[in-house]
């Protein structure tokens, strides 16, 4: 009789169990039935998607030109958007080339239109260290690796990629020729350790539950 009564009483706790996470999964339901029909871009936001124009860029000081004026980057997507990632657009003038050098970020710039060539800098002279860009051509850089960049054409554009993200407004250190990584409080880092990567790299808002159907399951 013992052993049925435990049985019994396993079988109904089971049931309640089932009970519950049904209750649970019909008012997760009834919740985004009751919410418009938006794709989430963010997981805080109801927002469904980024739309930036250069005069927005330009608007919020995210348009930054190098002292010779070599060099304008327009910052369209940084840390604060919570993407994971930045995105920039790179228009070079012909005739001057232009340093690009992260010791604390990975790099990648894809041209859209142009030409130039481009020059693996620090590792001596050998042959693939000097190539020829256009439209197409993509460079990608390890954290401090070192290139230089020269158009040939009037202007060469191109979209870049960093990660960890821009912040926005920050330059290089005149001083000493290092870009920063800028922590998720806005510090500066002219260098890091292990102790700060979870500070400069984080999963995207939208990601940091996890990807659905997973992170809508309300027992996770």
């Not at 228009?91 to 340093?99: D, E, F, N, S, Y």
């Not at 020829?132 to 960049?149: C, P, Q, R, W």
């Not at 984080?202 to 997973?214: H, I, N, R, T, V």
Request: with cysteine; glycine share 6%; proline share 5%.
């Amino acid at each position: 009789m013992i052993v049925r009564k435990d049985a019994m009483l396993f079988d109904r706790n089971i049931a309640q169990h089932n009970c519950i996470r049904n209750m649970l999964r019909l008012s997760t339901l009834a919740v985004k039935a009751s919410k418009p029909l938006t794709r989430s871009f963010h997981a805080s936001a109801p927002s469904s998607f980024i739309v930036r124009s250069l005069d927005d860029v330009r608007q919020r000081h995210r348009v930054i030109t190098s002292d010779d004026g070599a060099l304008e980057t327009r910052r369209y997507l940084v840390r604060n958007d919570e993407c994971g990632f930045s995105v920039q657009q790179e228009v070079l003038k012909k005739g001057a080339p232009v340093r690009l050098e992260f010791q604390n970020h990975v790099y990648a710039l894809l041209v859209t239109r142009g030409n130039g060539h481009v020059r693996l800098l620090d590792v001596g002279e050998g042959p693939g260290q000097f190539q020829k860009v256009a439209e197409g051509s993509l460079v990608a850089l390890n954290a401090a690796e070192a290139i230089e960049i020269e158009a040939e054409s009037d202007e060469l554009h191109a979209v870049s990629v960093m990660n960890p993200p821009v912040f926005g407004v920050e330059k290089k250190n005149d001083t000493t020729g290092v870009f920063p990584a800028v922590d998720s409080d806005g510090e500066p880092l002219e260098s890091f350790d292990l102790t700060k990567v979870e500070r400069l790299f984080s999963a995207p808002e939208s990601l940091k539950g996890g990807s659905a159907p997973m992170k809508d399951d309300p027992l996770f």
